[in-house]
């Protein structure tokens, strides 16, 4: 499914769901599994089963394709993306509910969130102090060193590490 198809059946469920009036229910089966329904009018729920669980397929794949690994070292993005895939099946049944619930703009949000926890996670515990050869102490992550209060790529030019802003002096400092 692409990003259009989703988004194309997201819209079709919000339309439903403004226009029947219904609330979506899911519930935890076993095994990471669980089931979706409704409490719409009874002719209407299989059409709108399918529609959800399309949505959810989709929502979890579109979770688990869009993590990036830019900052991530060669020999860590197997793994990266493994924990990162675990993560998502873990949190499959809130996500969903989430996209069920609130929509395909706050799923978006949420899974955003997630993957910077996960990315400032791995960046964390890759980065480390160093002494350079005047005595002063930087950080080092993947790809990138932290001084004079931001963080430097390896042309020397002063990047954001992350796309939301953060006191990277007082986390380091902790």
Known sequence: MTPN????????????????????????VSDGRFELSTDADPKYEPALKKIMIAMAQGAVS???ASINTDNVEEKDKNTYVQKWTANVKENSLIF????LEYGQEK???HIFLEQTRHEMSYILEKTH???TKDGSIVFSAPGH????????NKKNESVPLFDNTLNWGRILQA
């Open 62 to 64: 579109y979770a688990i």
């Open 107 to 109: 799923f978006l949000e």
């Open 5 to 28: 198809e989703w988004t194309s059946l997201c819209d079709k469920y919000w339309k439903n769901k403004e226009g029947l009036g219904f609330h979506p229910k899911i519930k935890p």
């Open 145 to 152: 060193v932290y001084w004079n209060g931001a963080w430097h």
């Open 129 to 131: 102090p160093r002494l």
């Open 96 to 99: 969903i509910q989430i996209l």
